[in-house]
């Protein structure tokens, strides 16, 4: 059972456009989310983060919206660069277990920002 | 440099067998955190440890164990190893048990199960 979904496994943009990484999930327990960045041979990095109590969150290029009712949250990077090319991943944290100290992980979309 | 150190970066080995990751989480982390990566999925959340105890339970198999010893490094033991055991392994640590919004993540281990 996928809690967090990233239903598109790559996204290619041209650069100096807009990114958007899209991300779902079905438990409404989640009260945080995060979204991390992955280069090859490298572990996942922390991007940005958002709690549930606020709908937008913005670090420089990079932009984390969350729409409680829809159970979306998105990702955008403007202006996408070459470097931004790597694997992004959407997590929660919270389940419905009650254990509030793992975080959840969608699949991941591969972003690829061509010069 | 995320200040997690995961050995080894590689391994193989046959079905069967039994290995043991380590995992030395960042300077003054108390948790850490294990995490499964295989093809198809997405990071699976194994187990958690805070400063020596089990904290948190995730998708870990019983063929798979953990433990975080005194100086709060983790190894995390698979055993009877299967093909679908292959996968990328990776530690993270954060600084307190509720801080699982900051992990930081080591760089993994390659599991190869042949």
């Known amino acids: 059972d996928q809690q967090v979904k990233q239903n598109s496994p790559s996204l290619s943009v041209q650069e100096g456009r807009i990114s958007i990484l899209n991300c779902d999930y079905t438990?409404?327990?989640?009260?945080?989310f995060l979204w991390y960045k992955k280069y090859p041979a490298e572990g996942p990095t922390f991007l940005i983060s958002?709690?549930?109590?606020?709908d937008k969150n913005e670090d420089g290029r990079f932009t984390v919206f969350l729409n409680k009712s829809a159970k979306h949250l998105s990702l955008h990077i403007v202006p996408s660069q070459p470097g931004d090319s790597a694997v992004y991943f959407c997590?929660?944290?919270?389940?419905?277990?009650?254990?509030?100290?793992?975080?959840?992980f969608g699949k991941g979309t591969l972003l690829t920002v061509n010069p | 440099d995320s200040g997690v150190t995961q050995t080894p970066k590689h391994l193989i080995t046959a079905t069967g067998q039994r290995v043991t990751l380590r995992c030395s989480p960042r300077?003054?982390?108390?948790?850490v955190y294990w995490y499964q990566q295989s093809l198809d999925q997405g990071l699976q959340f194994l187990i958690q440890?805070?400063?020596?105890?089990?904290?948190a339970k995730g998708n870990i198999l019983e063929r798979f164990s953990a433990q975080q010893f005194p100086d709060l490094h983790s190894e995390l033991n698979l055993s009877s190893l299967e093909l679908g055991d292959s996968a990328l392994y990776f530690c993270?640590?954060?600084?307190?048990?509720?801080?699982?919004?900051?992990?930081?993540f080591g760089s993994g281990t390659q599991l190869s199960v042949l």
């Open positions: 993270a640590s954060s600084a307190r048990a509720g801080e699982g919004e900051k992990l930081f």
């Open positions: 440890y805070y400063n020596g105890e089990e904290r």
């Open positions: 958002i709690s549930s109590i606020k």
């Open positions: 300077s003054g982390d108390l948790s």
């Open positions: 997590a929660a944290k919270g389940d419905s277990g009650g254990s509030n100290y793992k975080l959840t």
């Open positions: 438990n409404s327990m989640f009260d945080y």
